[in-house]
């Protein structure tokens, strides 16, 4: 017990260490904005704010209707390059609910994403869905580490993440055109994950 105490407060004092370390980067940073450019530079905001629809209805009501259409046709057929589906008729296969999620980007950008509603994704259709994921406390503490030694940080997003990784070939998994998509008579066989999916996470850790 003494031992695991003894550990947990190195840890303490060096996450108090590195946290004094990386305020006082952060304040030496600020004095060299000021003094080159006057006053430190203030991050600008979209001019306008456009409302977050909450689903496929909402966004084609609503005034931006057409620019969440065109969100919607880049995710459509992004996911199509990327071989995510195989069109097939439908011979009475369980099939899934593809859902559209949007979001406004920070600098304005609408963003559409066709997602998987895990809520009634079938059990055959995924296994082990655990994922080597960092600690959150884990992470600030690299970062802490990366200031006080002022150390470049480097980040990267891949474009729809989960596409890259294809689904198991022995748990096939079907679902409906989503809305504004649909087909009479046909499904889509789905070969790569797709966010909502339970495994989409250990899919692309394997990537």
């Known amino acids: 017990m003494r031992a695991i105490d003894k550990e947990t407060s190195e840890w303490v004092s060096l996450w108090e260490n590195t946290a004094r370390a990386a305020t ?52 459509w057929n992004g996911l199509w390059a990327r071989g995510t589906f195989e069109d097939q008729q439908y011979k009475g296969q369980k099939l899934h609910r593809l859902l559209w999620t949007y979001k406004v980007k920070a600098d304005g950008t609408l963003k559409a994403r066709l997602c998987l509603d895990g809520r009634q994704q079938d059990s055959s259709t995924y296994g082990d869905i655990r994922s080597p994921t960092m600690r959150l406390t884990s992470f600030r503490c690299l970062l802490s580490v990366a200031a006080a030694n002022k150390w470049e940080v480097y980040a990267d997003d891949a474009s729809q993440a989960f596409v890259n990784a294809l689904r198991p070939a022995d748990r096939p998994l079907w679902a409906r055109y989503p809305q504004g998509r649909e087909r009479d008579g046909r499904c889509l066989f789905v070969r790569r994950h797709l966010y909502g999916s339970h495994d989409a996470q250990i899919g692309r850790a394997h990537v």
């Open 24 to 75: 006082q980067t952060a304040k030496e940073a600020a004095l060299v904005a000021t003094a080159t450019n006057g006053a430190p530079q203030e991050r600008t905001k979209p001019a306008a704010s456009t409302p977050t629809p909450k689903g496929y209805g909402a966004a084609h009501r609503g005034v931006d209707s057409l620019r969440w259409r065109g969100a919607e046709d880049k995710e």
